[in-house]
C-alpha cells in the first residue's frame, strides 16, 4: 500500500467521499444536469453564449474533452496536477467579459458570484444523481463531499471560506439564489440542442441516444429548474428520473469493475479499500 504521507494524492484522496463517489459511470448524468442547471444563471449563460471562445461550435467536442479532462484532473491527479489545470481555466476566465442583456453593463466571467453559482452546479447535480442513483452515502458522507468539493472551488479562483460546506448550507444558498435566476433565451436554446446536439460523424450513435438522456437529465432537475425552463414541475417526474437513475446504477454495476471504472477510478478504489483495512487494522489494534 502506497503510503498515505509520502504520497501526493491531489486535493481528495484514499477516505474521501470524493472518491468514493466521482468514479461512478452514472454520475455521466449529473455532468451533464450541472449544464443545464448552471445555465439558470443569466450572467453565467450570457458570458458563455457571448465568447466565441467557449461557443465556437467547431470547437465544442474539442472543448469538451478539455473540461471532463479538468474534473479528472481536479479528482484525481496531484497538487501539482491540479494547480497547472486550475492556472490555465482562471488565465482563460480572467480575460473575458460578458454583457448583461438587462442592464448592459458589462461584466467579468470570472466574477464570484457566477463561479460560485457553476460550482455548486456541479456539486449539488454530481450528490443528487449519486444519491438518487442508489449510491452508498449516509447523509454525514453527503455533508463531507460538499464540504470536500470547497478544495475544488478554490482551483477556479473561489475563497472556500464563501462557499457551502453542508447539504444544508447548499440548500440556503439555492433559496436564496432562486429570486435572482431564470432561464434566457440563450439557456432555452441550450435545452433545445441538448434533444438534438450536433456530433461528430464517428459519434453519431450519441446523437440517436441524445433525446432519451435528455429527457432523463430534464427529469432530475429540481422542480423550479424544470419550471423556470417551461417544462412540468411533476412529483411523478421525479420518481420516474429516481428509478431510472437506480436502474442505470444497477445496469452498470452488471458490467465488470476493470471495464466499469477509468483506470483513475480502478486507482482510487484500490486505495479506499487498503486505505479503509489499514483503518480497521488500527481500530482493532488500538
Known amino acids: 500500500m502506497d503510503d498515505v504521507d509520502d504520497v501526493d494524492y491531489g486535493l481528495f484522496g484514499p477516505g474521501s467521499v470524493t472518491w468514493r463517489v466521482m468514479g461512478e459511470p452514472v454520475l455521466f448524468v449529473g455532468g451533464i444536469r450541472a449544464l443545464l442547471l448552471q445555465a439558470l444563471?443569466?450572467?453565467?449563460?450570457?458570458?458563455?453564449?457571448?465568447?466565441?471562445?467557449?461557443m465556437d461550435p467547431r470547437a465544442?467536442?474539442?472543448?469538451?474533452?478539455?473540461t471532463v479532462e479538468f474534473v479528472r484532473v481536479r479528482?484525481?491527479?496531484?497538487?501539482?496536477?491540479?494547480?497547472?489545470?486550475?492556472?490555465?481555466?482562471?488565465?482563460l476566465h480572467s480575460r473575458l467579459t460578458g454583457l448583461d442583456m438587462r442592464t448592459g453593463e458589462v461584466f467579468p466571467v470570472d466574477d464570484p458570484e457566477n463561479l460560485l453559482w457553476v460550482h455548486m452546479g456541479e456539486v449539488d447535480s454530481y450528490l443528487d444523481v449519486a444519491r438518487r442513483a442508489g449510491v452508498p452515502l449516509s447523509r454525514e458522507d453527503a455533508d463531507r463531499f460538499v464540504d470536500e468539493q470547497r478544495r475544488a472551488a478554490a482551483v477556479v479562483g473561489l475563497d472556500p471560506a464563501d462557499v457551502p460546506a453542508s447539504v444544508a448550507e447548499m440548500k440556503d444558498y439555492y433559496a436564496a439564489m432562486r429570486p435572482h435566476?431564470?432561464?434566457?433565451?440563450?439557456?432555452?436554446?441550450g435545452l433545445v440542442r441538448m434533444f438534438n446536439p450536433a456530433v461528430p460523424r464517428q459519434l453519431m450513435p450519441l446523437k440517436l441516444a441524445a433525446p432519451a438522456l435528455a429527457?432523463?437529465?430534464?427529469?432530475?432537475?429540481?422542480?423550479?429548474?424544470?419550471?423556470?425552463?417551461?417544462?412540468?414541475?411533476?412529483?411523478?417526474?421525479d420518481l420516474a428520473a429516481t428509478l431510472t437513475l437506480k436502474g442505470l446504477y444497477?445496469?452498470?454495476?452488471?458490467?465488470?469493475?476493470?471495464?466499469r471504472y477509468s483506470p483513475d477510478a480502478q486507482r482510487a478504489r484500490r486505495l479506499t479499500r487498503e486505505y479503509e483495512s489499514a483503518q480497521d487494522g488500527w481500530a482493532i489494534a488500538s
Do not use: D
Request: charged share 25%.
Open 41 to 54: 444563471h443569466p450572467r453565467s449563460m450570457w458570458g458563455t453564449a457571448q465568447n466565441s471562445e467557449l
Open 60 to 66: 465544442a467536442w474539442a472543448r469538451l474533452g478539455r
Open 75 to 91: 479528482t484525481y491527479g496531484t497538487h501539482e496536477e491540479v494547480e497547472r489545470v486550475g492556472r490555465r481555466v482562471r488565465r
Open 181 to 189: 435566476i431564470f432561464a434566457c433565451k440563450e439557456a432555452r436554446q
Open 215 to 237: 429527457t432523463l437529465v430534464v427529469a432530475t432537475l429540481p422542480r423550479w429548474a424544470r419550471r423556470m425552463y417551461g417544462l412540468p414541475g411533476l412529483p411523478t417526474s
Open 250 to 259: 444497477r445496469t452498470t454495476h452488471v458490467v465488470p469493475a476493470q471495464w
